[in-house]
């Protein structure tokens, strides 16, 4: 079991868009191990492979006791409203509401390159969209508008401040 450190806010490879995967090989087949031993950690239910320092287009969920993973993700439905809080491995601590569609089908492919397809509601869609979100460089407080995008911000402050020596 490989879990890896996660990269924080401010590491440019989490604002950086991914590769599409196009080579199915063994260094592809320890990332995707790498991200389900990572995401099985307590209180986790995804993770982009930026999060873990990889620029390819692949992440990992484990919700509801359903483990899995899409390789180049594309979210190919999404309808419904849902609000409700969200948080961000990548930004510990911090929470923020924020709207995302309640149903969502997300297309990509597995290891041995056959389309997979995740359907989701409630949780799992909101996990599907904020991991494709972390695949294009965006986190999800980039989804946040007026005063909760600057108490979000004035909170992230903070915490920097606080932890530098």
């Known amino acids: 079991m490989t879990v890896r450190p996660l990269r924080l806010l401010g590491d440019p490879v ?16 320890q990332l995707v191990a790498d991200l389900l031993d990572t995401v099985q950690l307590p209180g986790r239910a995804g993770l982009a492979a930026p999060q873990i320092g990889s620029s390819l287009a692949v992440f990992s969920y484990h919700l509801d006791g359903e483990l899995g ?13 849902q609000d409700g809080p969200e948080g961000c491995l990548s ?19 597995d290891l041995d390159q ?3 397809r995740v359907t989701g509601t409630g949780e799992l869609a909101r996990c599907l969209q904020h991991e494709t979100d972390h695949l294009r460089g965006e ?19 903070r915490q920097q401040v606080g932890a530098r020596p």
């Open 14 to 29: 989490l604002r950086t868009p991914c590769e599409p995967v196009t080579r199915f090989d063994a260094a592809l087949a």
């Open 69 to 81: 993973y899409l390789i180049n993700p594309v979210i190919t439905e999404a309808h419904g409203d």
């Open 91 to 109: 930004i510990p601590g911090i929470t923020a509401d924020r709207p995302r569609a309640a149903y969502v089908i997300a297309d990509g492919l």
């Open 114 to 116: 056959r389309p997979a």
């Open 139 to 157: 986190l999800y407080i980039d989804g946040l508008s007026g005063a909760q995008r600057r108490d979000v911000m004035r909170q992230i402050r």
